[in-house]
């Protein structure tokens, strides 16, 4: 019996693209990209199963910032919006990490961005809220400009400015603090710029 290979749809080559700008940013050569290219293309739906009892290698790959596993697993149909027992999806944990190329992946291969941009963990902190939590600027501004809710609140009320401005009223004076005053001020700058409260 002779078997097809599976067509590469839309979301696949956008992931292979993502995975391709990875490799290149690391300095890897030519040869590592088109042979992951060539075994990641074509993978079938069954050659990683994703369990829906424990939900957790996405989450995994989300949080170690392992661009070609994850593409594998979304490629797979692994569930973007699954969450660990926290209630963290993978956006949540990239942003936390601030794994900018997680965070694009994870954006760009879903058809409903405002659902994974604006979940929260069982704290009611979004994706967003954690990267000004860690003062992640880039993560901050990959989600501000991908949609995310500026004003959602967290369980405490707070927003993901207000987050970032914690950040800012620092009494320590030392350079590794005075320059987390510095980034925390541009988060908070960036974000009253796109209207958050």
């Not at 692994?78 to 694009?104: P, Q, R, V, W």
């Not at 058809?111 to 993560?139: F, I, P, W």
Request: net charge negative; proline share 3%; charged share 20%.
């Amino acid at each position: 019996m002779h078997q097809s290979s599976p067509t590469i749809n839309q979301k696949t080559i956008v992931l292979i693209t993502l995975s391709i700008s990875s490799l290149f940013s690391q300095h890897q050569l030519w040869g590592a990209a088109s042979r992951y290219i060539t075994s990641s293309a074509y993978i079938a739906e069954d050659t990683i199963r994703v369990s829906a009892p424990s939900k957790l290698p996405l989450i995994t790959a989300a949080r170690s910032g392992d661009l070609p596993l994850l593409v594998r697993l979304i490629t797979a149909g692994a569930d973007l919006y699954a969450t660990n027992k926290d209630g963290d999806t993978a956006l949540i944990i990239a942003a936390s990490y601030g794994h900018e190329n997680i965070i694009e992946a994870l954006i760009m291969t879903t058809e409903r961005h405002n659902l994974l941009l604006n979940a929260h963990d069982v704290h009611g902190y979004t994706a967003l809220m954690h990267a000004c939590t860690q003062l992640h600027k880039k993560s901050v501004e990959m989600l501000t400009l991908a949609g995310a809710n500026l004003n959602i609140k967290n369980d405490d009320g707070l927003t993901a400015l207000a987050l970032a401005k914690k950040h800012t009223v620092m009494n320590d004076t030392s350079p590794r603090h005075d320059c987390c005053k510095r980034e925390a001020e541009d988060i908070v700058a960036f974000l009253q710029d796109y209207g958050a409260v």
